[in-house]
């Protein structure tokens, strides 16, 4: 078991566990902050997995809890399902001393954290991811949101957890896709600063991918480690923070021409293709060798996951272009992406031309 202490800003530390095991033990974690009452939000499919047991180790710590399931997908991720939890928290008489508990993957992280940012001005909440993207990446870091049909994670506050308990052993119950998509953004992590990491995950940690415990548990111990390291220089993603968008500038584009249904393409995976066609047009721009995107473009192909456009769908580029221009790191209508000048050194790149990055898109293959 490992534990390392995330800062989320000048008011916020708390401890992302990383280990096998834990949701048994969740209760006697959580009781310390819930004070004797929670509320466990999840989806449909993981509360009927893990949803008992994790209220069975709440009631022998002394927490009352229920759990209140919302359906699984992408599609949960909306000002419709955030106003019903949001009436479910109240009917549940909910205090501000009372807790929240995400227990699932991102979507179910991202929803619960909005409605705890936003009831009662904001209450307290704990993530228990149950997927590897949401153990390595979105349970970490205070980002809270849900969607719009402009674009992804459009509307959401930064709302820090107290605790997050990242059991590896529920990560044994996902599909193969789910795997994959969190080993997009663990791959990501070594693209963003970590050479030597991203040459092990191309290694001996590539077993992690197919479910090997003992690589998954370092694989997430590493990435969460790179994870807070940055967010507690930047927790409000003002500059440094950006790097970690390695891949979703194109990425979040590609999702939302797609519907951001993950039976089209789950989100690891245009993370993974976005962060080839990062590489790739750092290559067109002249500021990183070919090499170290035919060995990214490798690395990542060996582990099942997109690395060309045509592999997701087609596009076309002006579209492409209208929502990265909506992305979030836009600043006043400029294009804002993560480029790289070789594996372990990404960068925040603003002002990108558009006309260049549209010749781009056109060699990827969008129309």
């Known amino acids: 078991m490992t534990v390392i202490p995330v800062s989320g800003g000048a008011f916020a530390t708390y401890d992302v566990v990383v280990g096998r095991g834990l949701l048994a033990e969740a209760g006697a974690r959580i009781a310390p902050i819930a004070r004797g009452r929670t509320v466990i939000i999840s989806d449909e499919t993981v509360a009927a997995i893990h949803g008992a047991t994790l209220q069975a180790s709440l009631e022998a710590a002394g927490v009352k809890s229920e759990i209140v399931a919302v359906p699984p997908g992408e599609a949960s991720k909306s000002f419709a399902e955030l106003e019903r939890l949001m009436d479910r928290l109240l009917a549940a008489g909910l205090d501000r001393k009372d807790v929240v508990v995400a227990l699932g993957g991102g979507v179910v992280g991202d929803l619960a954290g909005l409605a705890a940012a936003l009831y009662m001005r904001g209450i307290d909440f704990v993530q228990v991811p149950t997927t590897l993207l ?16 402009r674009g992804k994670n459009l509307v959401g ?21 789910q ?20 040459d092990w995950l191309a290694a001996d940690g590539a077993a992690g991918v197919t479910g090997d415990p003992a690589a998954l548990e370092r694989a997430v111990v590493r990435s ?51 962060c080839c066609m990062a590489f790739r047009f ?35 580029a002006d579209r492409l272009i209208a929502l990265m221009a909506g992305d979030k790191k836009a600043e006043a209508g400029g294009i804002t992406l993560i480029l790289a000048r070789r594996i372990g050194e990404a960068f925040v790149q603003k002002d990108v031309d558009v006309a260049r990055l549209r010749a781009f898109l056109k060699t990827e293959g969008a129309a």
């Open 134 to 149: 949401a153990q390595v990446d979105s349970s970490v870091g205070g980002k809270t949101a849900i969607d719009t049909p």
């Open 224 to 274: 969460v480690e790179i994870k807070s390291a940055v967010v507690g220089e930047d927790e409000k993603e003002a500059g440094r923070r950006a790097l970690l968008n390695l891949g979703h500038t194109f990425g979040h584009a590609i999702e939302a021409e797609l519907g951001f249904e993950e039976a089209a393409l789950a989100h690891g995976e245009a993370v993974a293709l976005g």
């Open 282 to 316: 750092s290559v067109e721009r002249g500021l990183c060798e070919a090499a170290e995107a035919q060995r990214v473009e490798a690395v990542i192909a060996a582990a099942g996951l997109p690395t060309r456009l045509d592999q997701a769908g087609a596009f076309e």
């Open 179 to 198: 795997m994959r998509s969190g080993w997009g953004e663990v791959l990501k992590h070594g693209l963003i600063c970590d050479a030597a990491y991203f």
């Open 157 to 177: 506050a930064f709302h820090q957890p107290r605790l997050v308990l990242a059991d590896i052993d529920m990560l044994g119950t996902l599909p193969d896709v």
